[in-house]
């Protein structure tokens, strides 16, 4: 907050310390001091604050400084190392998946946030330096390639001061890069919106630093409208309990491969889990008893981030249950036959040293490659080709949200659908809007034939 209620008191001395002249002045009602050897030093700090009391500068009240210092500390700060600063920062505590959003974040905007485009290297050749080097902290001890050093020299040399950022105008700037891809066309609304919370971030941090003559993050000074996004499922890309037989079969019946991974899709629609959750479970997790339901009782998810940005430079991560805290766990419970399913896969398959069910050959995590490519053969075969060229089930992760689907069009209750997918009621809500639309119907439906039973048919 700034002022103008400023009051610079005397010098005091304390023969007793080391520097025995101290200054102390009051910004609004903050107090603030500073210790000097020198008498001198201490009469022409004292001086300055003074003159720019008389010209009329306001005082920062939380670091004490005059406006004009304040503006001019800021301007020593580019927005390339405050960025750098910011990955330094949140690398320890991040995921690795987490460290590649901020990196591609950056990556996007940092360019756009520059003084000049004189002499600027190609857009690829700076995305390269960025991502995988400037933003990457895995490897800040390595010797960059000649072409990215250069890129990243220009950069430095050419970024503009993190205080540019109280303009809206450069602000703007910012959004309009994060709203493109490198080709210029729009960038998915869901990437915006995640390069435009990292944005959010990165300038709160700057306020923290007194970057910022005001506490206040530029970005709610500039209205700005995020690319349309359809978050819904569409009714269209849910298979019906039918065509998942079909399609579960069609898995089964590709040799050995097929047969491993038959009741990994099972798990993605029978328990709604996400294919990395499915990845990393393990037998202990599950309560497969010889009659009735079971439980998967989850726990986490094996994330592939690349080699680059794990600790352990391993290609996956173990990360705790998403939006979930560190040792949470969520039971889900699953049907009879799908019970007997994993049973049967656990008798024929064993599972990998670790104790988990599904794994590659050589005991290795599954790869999305690898599953997906299976996924692929059993659309065209088991659908027709009608429904081979829809969106029906295109993708595996579609198999988890015909199971929500399933689960909302059965009766249950939306709030133990949510609980079981791992989501909030507001996401299930937004996400299943059409399915649950179509569940409506259904229940409209149902009280048409009640009234109809006492004579009240419309």
Known sequence: MLTYDVRVYSIETRKDRPKPYRLHWLVGQRKHSKSYKLKAQADGRRSELMSALREGHQFDVDSGLPVSELRSRQGSVTWYQHTRDYVDRKWANAPAKSRKNYADALATITPALVKTTAGRPEMALLRKALYGWAY?????????????????RWLEKHSLPVSALEEPGNVRTALNALSLKLDGKSAAARTARR???CLSDVLSLAIEQQYFTTPVNPLT???????????????????????????????REQGDRGARLEA??????HAAMRPAEAAALQRSQCRLPEKGWGTLVLRRGSVRAGRSWTNDGSAHEARHLKARAEKDSRPVPIPPHFVRMLRQHIERCGTAPDGRLFRTNRDGLLQETGYGEVWARARKKALSEEEAASLLARRPYDLRHAGVSFWLSSGVDPMECARRAGHSVAVLLRVYAKVLARTQEIANRRIDDALREWGQAG
């Open 221 to 251: 000074a500039v209205k700005w409208t995020a690319p349309k996004s359809v978050e819904e499922v569409d009714p269209e890309s849910v298979a019906n309990p039918h065509q998942v037989r079909r399609l579960l079969r069609a898995v």
């Open 136 to 152: 990457n902290r895995n490897r800040w001890d390595e010797e960059p390639p000649a072409e990215v050093a250069g890129a990243l």
């Open 195 to 197: 390069k435009r919370a």
């Open 264 to 269: 990994f899709f099972g798990c993605l629609y």
